[in-house]
């Protein structure tokens, strides 16, 4: 942590800048949670008890984010029935079974909640928004967990957590009014420390229940002044009219505007990939206006989305299965966080949770070679993943440099929240080949040190444990 009242000095890194010379470095003071100087390297004189990171000329970039993450249900595969099919059915059957076992183990929900917070604060996340899920199953176990988790890291990540009803609110098609699933919602939303209250409305009865979800979701939302969450378009049909117009009618109807401070959030939303250049129009419209963000979550859509149909065709490309975050901003100007929504178990058993990596895997899915997309792939997992929380306000770029405009170039008086890739020379290559050794700074401090032992049979030397 960095030294009371005399800050700390990142000396000799590079920025991901567009304007200056990749050989370039600088020293980067910081004082009280926030970028105090940027100097060039080697004028900055700190004082003599200030915390003082020698970078070697490292790669400092935004630190990360996970703008859509469920720390319950991570690291389960182990604890479920084996993977048959591989379908999103099996996926929620094999979880809900699972899952009901989380209150007769809270041990090991801690552990793996806290791996999982642990890893991702070490790969550079010091922002999350974390799924903690609230039904007749687990009651408020996973809440509990949730918001002591929260506690215990604040001071090395800032952790929002979702009261979360990923079952249904309404229990049958006939039902009129929410069922049990509804009320543990509304009692958990009132805790204290819940920052988000969200939902899936497509696991409800029919298209008629999931309408009410979001109404009684975005009622809770504004009562207890939360952000909003919605596990939303979760599909790949064209026949299918996506919810997000529904979302955004309810904004408007409820003057739901920008002044308000609180989000409502789209995640997953793979329907929205089908979208024609004038519905993204209509949404860049609506996102203009409104406190709406997107969330994609590559790892998880491409998984499961797009099967392959008893004759083997397959509907939709792989890159299809999610939404193409550096197109939808070069041809649309919409901005899409990107997240790692799940981390091994049944709808997500593969992939790791550093948004870094994330970023690079976008990079062949989506086939984009030039910089200018991966400074988006670099701000989706970062920059773009805090506005879609609501940890971080999004700056008009009218005026600025293409440095200044995109948010990673650090500015005198911003937050001092940084992840820097020790090794690396060049920006590029935190989202082309993301180095495993980082430093890790939130508010000015250092959080986490991240460093890889090496040894090999050519260069020699010992062997150490």
Request: net charge negative.
């Amino acid at each position: 942590m960095a030294s009371p009242n005399f800050g700390t000095v990142i000396r000799n890194v590079r920025l991901p800048c567009t304007e200056h010379s990749e050989t370039s470095a600088w020293d980067i003071a910081c004082l009280g949670g926030r970028v105090q100087s940027i100097t060039s390297s080697g004028s900055c004189r700190p004082h003599a008890k200030a915390t003082v990171i020698e970078a070697d000329g490292g790669v400092l970039v935004p630190s990360l984010c996970h703008s859509h993450i469920h720390l319950d249900k991570c690291f389960i595969l182990g604890q479920c029935d084996p993977l048959i099919t591989g379908s999103l059915p099996e996926a929620l059957r094999v979880t809900n079974k699972a899952k009901a076992e989380f209150p007769k183990d809270v041990d090991n929900l801690y552990a793996r909640a806290t791996y999982l917070i642990r890893e991702s604060v070490e790969s550079g996340v010091t922002a999350m928004r974390a799924f903690v899920e609230v039904d007749t199953t687990v009651g408020f176990t996973c809440l509990d967990m949730g918001l002591q988790l929260a506690k215990e890291w604040a001071e090395v990540c800032h952790i929002q957590i979702v009261a979360f009803a990923q079952e249904a609110l309404y229990d049958f098609a006939a039902s009129t009014e929410p069922g049990p699933n509804y009320n543990l919602l509304c009692d958990a939303v009132s805790r204290s420390n819940v920052s988000v209250v969200g939902s899936a409305p497509w696991v409800e009865p029919d298209h008629a229940h999931a309408l009410k979800n979001i109404e009684l979701i975005m009622f809770l939302a504004e009562k207890h002044d939360l952000h909003a969450d919605f596990h939303l378009d979760y599909n790949l049909d064209p026949g299918a009219v996506p919810m997000v117009w529904d979302v955004v009618q309810k904004m408007r109807q409820r003057s739901w505007w920008k002044s308000s401070g609180k989000r409502v959030t789209i995640g997953h939303a793979t329907r929205l990939g089908l979208f024609s250049g004038r519905e993204w129009a209509e949404l860049k419209h609506a996102t203009d206006m409104l406190p709406l963000e997107i969330v994609a979550l590559p790892q998880s859509d491409i998984y499961m989305m797009g099967r392959a149909d008893p004759s083997g065709r397959v509907p939709v490309p792989l890159a299809g299965r999610t939404i193409n975050a550096p197109q939808v901003y070069r041809d649309h100007g919409v901005r899409v966080a990107l997240s790692v929504n799940n981390v091994e178990n049944a709808f997500t058993p593969q992939g790791s949770l550093d948004p870094l990596t994330l970023a690079s895997l976008g990079v062949a899915l989506f086939q984009v070679g030039t910089e200018p997309d991966w400074r988006v792939l670099l701000r989706s997992v970062s920059t773009t993943s805090k506005e879609a929380i609501g940890v971080m306000h999004r700056d008009s770029v009218g005026g600025k440099s293409a440095d200044e405009g995109d948010g990673i170039v650090p500015r005198v008086g911003d937050p001092a929240d940084f992840v820097l890739v020790h090794g690396a020379r060049r920006w590029q290559s935190a989202v082309l080949s993301p180095g495993f050794d980082r430093t890790t700074f939130y508010k000015g401090n250092v959080v986490a040190r991240r460093k890889a032992q090496r040894w090999n049979a050519n260069t020699g030397g010992e062997i150490t444990n």
